[in-house]
């Protein structure tokens, strides 16, 4: 009897540890399956960084789209005053595997306008990428898997 009383404990403990594991993020299953959402690598994937209120959360209005095969985009609200911009792409609970900064191969990681796209490793940790809009405005962030690599730039929105 006692273990069964143990084993039921755990049991409900578990559930109670897995609906706590969030980050405090706004995205659920409903967000991700809205018009134009789309799945990358099997996962909802979102713009991530210092873009966002509250910063780094995973919200709905940054969940990338696709645009073409192994292209998506999200688009924000920048300003020149608050650059530079800190971001990443990510899933909503930072998984390996979908946790996208930048590859040491494109280190600092610091995206010049108009240049060379920056590599990403997609289990990062702490590798975030730098942008510094040219202009205030509204702005494009690709994410684009070409080969075996990911890579990421910024555009001005269309």
């Not at 590599?119 to 730098?130: Q, R």
């Given at each position: 009897?006692?273990?069964?009383?143990?084993?039921?404990?755990?049991?409900?403990?578990?559930?109670?540890?897995?609906?706590?594991?969030?980050?405090?993020?706004?995205?659920?299953?409903?967000?991700?399956?809205?018009?134009?959402?789309?799945?990358?690598?099997?996962?909802?994937?979102?713009?991530?960084?210092?873009?966002?209120?509250?910063?780094?959360?995973?919200?709905?209005?940054?969940?990338?789209?696709?645009?073409?095969?192994n292209k998506w985009?999200?688009?924000?609200?920048?300003?020149?005053?608050?650059?530079?911009?800190?971001?990443?792409?990510?899933?909503?609970?930072?998984?390996?595997?979908?946790?996208?900064?930048?590859?040491?191969?494109?280190?600092?990681?610091?995206?010049?306008?108009?240049?060379?796209?920056?590599?990403?490793?997609?289990?990062?940790?702490?590798?975030?990428?730098?942008?510094?809009?040219?202009?205030?405005?509204?702005?494009?962030?690709?994410?684009?898997?070409?080969?075996?690599?990911?890579?990421?730039?910024?555009?001005?929105?269309?």
């Open positions: 009897m006692f273990k069964k009383v143990i084993l039921a404990a755990l049991f409900a403990g578990s559930f109670g540890f897995a609906g706590c594991a969030s980050d405090g993020g706004s995205s659920s299953g409903a967000a991700a399956s809205g018009e134009g959402a789309a799945d990358v690598f099997g996962k909802p994937i979102f713009l991530r960084g210092e873009i966002s209120d509250p910063e780094w959360a995973p919200l709905p209005e940054f969940l990338v789209k696709k645009v073409d095969d985009k999200a688009t924000a609200e920048l300003k020149v005053d608050y650059a530079p911009y800190k971001f990443k792409f990510a899933d909503s609970a930072w998984t390996p595997g979908t946790n996208m900064g930048y590859d040491s191969s494109s280190a600092p990681g610091v995206y010049e306008w108009g240049g060379e796209p920056i590599v990403l490793n997609p289990n990062s940790k702490f590798e975030e990428v730098k942008v510094t809009p040219p202009a205030d405005g509204k702005y494009d962030f690709y994410l684009e898997k070409q080969g075996d690599k990911l890579i990421t730039y910024v555009k001005e929105a269309e």
